[in-house]
């Protein structure tokens, strides 16, 4: 089981960056992924970005080019840099971990969000 706090979201002009941050509470150097999704107002959740355990990383095509994930093992965080933001980008962003065990199966772990609002 793992705890999951994101923070760092704000109001940010078009164009601006800002860095999400996501904290958990245990160890995430074994947890197969984690990742950044998103949810607009009135639109379905998606997914943002991946980083698997071994760094691989993975973004959707509203990504690429403009954010970049990150993990940093000892902190225990992961974190979403979001640069060049534009008012589509404006949504609650939520950090999954997905772990999978023989024992327990594969359970997904979520944070409660952070708002992220671009506007000028």
């Known amino acids: 089981q793992v705890q999951l706090v994101e923070s760092g979201g704000g109001l940010v002009q078009p164009g601006g960056s800002l860095r999400l941050s996501c904290a958990a509470s245990?160890?995430?150097?074994?947890?197969?992924?984690m990742s950044w999704h998103r949810q607009a107002p009135g639109k379905e959740r998606e997914l943002v970005a991946v980083?698997?355990?071994?760094?691989?990383?993975t973004y959707t095509d509203s990504a690429k080019g403009r954010f970049t994930i990150s993990r940093d093992n000892p902190s225990n965080t992961v974190y979403l840099q979001m640069n060049s933001l534009k008012p589509e980008d404006t949504a609650v962003y939520y950090c999954?971990?997905?772990?999978?065990?023989?024992?327990?199966?594969?359970?997904?772990?979520w944070g409660k969000g952070t708002l992220v609002t671009v506007s000028s």
């Open positions: 999954k971990a997905f772990i999978s065990t023989i024992s327990h199966g594969a359970i997904n772990y």
């Open positions: 245990r160890s995430i150097s074994s947890i197969n992924s």
């Open positions: 980083i698997t355990s071994s760094g691989i990383t």
